[in-house]
């Protein structure tokens, strides 16, 4: 069964350069090795989900140009776990940007076992 994943679980972009954090916002009481739990809210750009480093989907003449993060929900959330009736993203969510890329989960951010019920 999928983990769910914490505030500080590790993404990557397909098209970005660089992983990144999570920061989850969208609750403040439901933890797990005392970080919160991330729920399909957790996808707002710049405030959940920073910029991937630079954009291999904007070419420049020095490279890439640097990462805009156009995020829209988490995908392929648990279907049953929810807190205050908003999904739970687990380790197999992935998240759409704008642009073209796709987020995925790298590192969920905790060292237990906490599995959803899916």
């Not at 399909?40 to 954009?55: L, T, V, Y």
């Amino acid at each position: 069964m999928p983990q769910k994943i914490t505030d500080t679980a590790k993404l990557k972009c397909d098209k970005g350069t660089a992983p990144v954090n999570l920061a989850v916002t969208s609750q403040d009481y439901s933890t797990f090795d005392d970080k919160l739990v991330a729920t399909e809210e957790d996808a707002k750009p710049n405030e959940n989900i920073k910029p991937f480093g630079k954009c291999k989907l904007k070419p420049t003449p020095g490279g890439y140009a640097p990462c805009q993060p156009k995020t829209k929900k988490w995908t392929k959330t648990a279907k049953l776990d929810q807190i205050n009736e908003m999904k739970i993203v687990l380790e197999t969510s992935e998240c759409l940007c704008g642009t073209g890329g796709k987020i995925t989960i790298i590192q969920k951010g905790h060292q237990g076992i906490i599995e959803a019920e899916e």
